[in-house]
């Protein structure tokens, strides 16, 4: 018997592009037609439009609140779930076979080193239960609305190397999901720190001219 290779991510994507050309897309559209597979590539699709270092505004505050529900869901063992009021949202109808297009193209270029590898990081329950919560620490994080270069891109691109991860069961994908994850905690502690300290030094500053 031949060997069944399983759909790859870009493939899959294609069909999305295909099946969404000329019609109106709700994210319950997208968790039909992906099936088992839809959540976790919903996880990548609404990080990968942050994984630029310039913040868009008006987008990371819904995208990040549906990133950290599905983390939460995950970090507790539980099937994914989203309100009904949220998988009716329609998307930009224009707009999301042009995104989708893209990201066919860079997911193509990582699909050259994703295989599937170390794949005991991705069956352990407890490390299962890991990634679910720093999935929704990064949403948390791209909630947060700064005004900062990076402050999306750090946070998003923890979640597309998780998702990747978990589509094409490699290891070596859940690693760089971590370094990445611990930057940017450190990025966001530094943020906060420095925040604080230039506040200190404003209300020094306004002190000593009064």
Known sequence: MPEVRPVRLSQELGLLVAAFAERPVRLQDLLEITQGRGYTLLLALMALPFCTPIPLPGLSTPFGAVIALIGLRFALRQQPWLPRRLLQVQLPPRFFPQFLTATQRLVRGLELFLRPRWTGLLDTGPLRQLYGVMVFVSGL??????????????????????????????GYFIVAGLVVFMAAIAFFVAVFLGGAATVQWLHAGWDGAR
């Open 141 to 170: 994080l791209l909630l947060l609305p700064l005004p900062v270069p990076c402050s999306n891109l750090l946070p998003a691109l923890t979640v597309v190397l998780l998702a990747l991860a978990r589509l094409e069961r490699d």
